[in-house]
């Protein structure tokens, strides 16, 4: 076991009372909330964002690319360095850096220098993010009370996304689009000033950091996540494509080889000898990427045929936030009562209802009649899914792993989204070619039609495949697994 020093006592070993353990709780959540917001907030305000900072059509997708680039390719550096030089030391700069990038990007004046500082919010981001699991494992010992803290975590985390889009889409219509930038500034400065104040260091690892398992990571990752984001927005006709998939999957297989030697691992592959982890990182890719495809298919859908406002498709995705939050107050109950295996599998049925539901609509449907149901079904099956899939993925890791543990969970849940969209879209964009039939809206709405519904049985499909995979979780998940440590 590697040699640990303290960086001032935990919270779980008592350095604080219960009600500065559920403040910092309270810090951490708000924060893991304004990052995953900021995946999605630009979205609805990238047509004034582009049109007012000179965007081409091409650049104006690096708006969304840039953050998601720098934080998937830093995601487990950002964990590991907590692991080294301290969790709330990372938590802190991340803040910091992503809050500072969030004003200066809000004067942006040129598409370059909004860029810039979307990247630098992803950085903060991917040091901020990792840290946010990492203290809450430190700070509750396994048991009750981290499951609470997890539900409530995994809760935050999964509506990040359904806030982000209402957010983004009130504060475009009421102010400027400037304000998704400046939205962030005064809730970093009181996360910062709070954790300073609440949040106190914990035990972390001492060792050589592992350099080249850095590097080939940061920039595998990067590009695979580049090379998959393109083919799910463009097809896979394009060479950079194939470049970027093939030349990241040769560094990433470069960098598994690179971790089996290391003594202090980035990502150390013992994470992957418990088969309770290993579903929680399945889970973790397929709930998140088939909740993205189905946004992705239904925006369209309900900006199209239905003909709903920017503002108003955030509305209607906020009974997915609502459905996951409201699940989320007994999911920790029930999961005590039957177990993760249980659990997961039930939110894996019902993801798999609410993709099938959504294969019913047609043209003539309606919001109320044939999507705000598949929306509710969808948010409670991701809360059955990820707050047991988090909860596996922190367990029997011993305390200077917490880092390695949160990132590699995290990381798989943003390889998520890129990997199944791109799936998706491949599928809708070979069955929508067959609507060719009318003239031009009339082409659109059928082409749009006939591609969703394989999309959303395709979907079907990943979503059957966490119930088999959560077949896998071990039926008593109290029986000690092998440490990482």
């Known amino acids: 076991m590697a040699a640990t020093e303290s960086g001032g006592m935990g919270i779980a070993q008592g350095a604080t009372s219960p009600p500065r353990t559920g403040i910092a709780l309270a810090i951490i959540v708000v924060m893991q909330l304004m990052l995953t917001i900021d995946l999605m907030i630009v979205t609805v305000a990238l047509p ?103 539900t409530i975590s995994a809760s935050a ?39 300073m104040v609440y949040i106190r260091e914990q035990d972390r690892k001492r060792g050589r950091f592992d350099l080249a398992g850095a590097v080939t990571s940061a920039v595998g990752v990067a590009l695979l996540v580049y090379g998959l984001s393109e083919a799910g927005e463009g097809g896979w006709e394009s060479p950079a494509v194939w470049v970027a998939l093939i030349v990241g999957a040769v560094l990433f297989g470069i960098f598994l080889l690179i971790e089996r030697r290391a003594p202090e ?31 992705f298919f239904l925006t369209m859908f309900v900006q199209g045929p239905l003909g709903f406002s920017p503002l108003i498709t955030g509305v209607a995705f906020l009974a997915t936030g609502l459905a996951l939050v409201a699940a989320s107050m007994f999911v920790g109950s029930i999961m005590k009562g039957i177990g993760e295996r249980s659990t997961m599998l039930i939110g894996g049925l019902l993801l798999v209802g609410g993709y099938l539901w959504l294969t019913l609509l047609t043209l003539e449907s309606n919001y109320w009649g044939g999507i ?80 969703m519904t394989p999309g959303f049985i395709t979907a079907a499909i990943l979503a059957g495949c966490v119930c088999l995979v959560s077949l896998l979780v071990r039926r008593n998940n109290s029986r000690p697994a092998t440490t990482v440590a």
Request: hydrophobic fraction near 55%.
């Open 48 to 150: 004034s964002i582009g049109a007012e900072l000179n965007f081409t059509e091409g650049g104006l997708a690096w708006v969304v690319n840039a953050y998601g680039l720098a934080l998937g390719g830093l995601m487990l550096l950002g964990g590991r360095f907590g692991d080294t030089f301290g969790r709330r030391r990372m938590f802190l700069i991340g803040v910091a850096l992503f809050t500072v990038a969030s004003f200066v990007g809000g004067f942006a004046e040129h598409d370059w220098w909004f860029l810039t500082c979307r990247a630098l919010q992803g950085v903060g981001a991917a040091l901020a993010m990792p840290n946010c699991l990492a203290l809450i494992f430190g700070l509750f010992p396994e048991g009750p009370e981290r499951t609470k803290a997890i």
């Open 372 to 451: 705000l149901g598949p929306l509710i079904c969808v948010g409670i099956g991701m809360a059955f899914t990820l707050i047991p899939a988090t909860e596996m993925a922190g367990a029997d890791v011993g305390a200077t792993n917490y880092g390695a543990a949160s990132s590699t969970y995290n990381t798989m849940q943003q390889l998520g989204g890129p990997i199944v969209l791109a799936i998706l879209v491949a599928v809708f964009q070979t069955a929508s070619h067959a609507a060719t039939s009318g003239t031009g809206e009339e082409v659109a709405h059928r082409s749009l039609e006939a591609g």
């Open 265 to 295: 691992p980035i990502m150390p592959l013992s994470l992957f000898a418990d088969r309770n982890r290993v579903a929680a990182y399945v889970a973790a890719v397929l709930v998140t990427g088939t909740m993205i495809g189905m946004s």
């Open 157 to 195: 985390s999964s509506s990040g996304a359904v806030v982000g889009l209402l957010l983004g889409g009130v504060l475009t219509t009421g102010l400027s689009w400037r304000w998704v930038m400046f939205v962030n500034v005064p809730i970093g400065v009181a996360i910062f000033v709070l954790a």
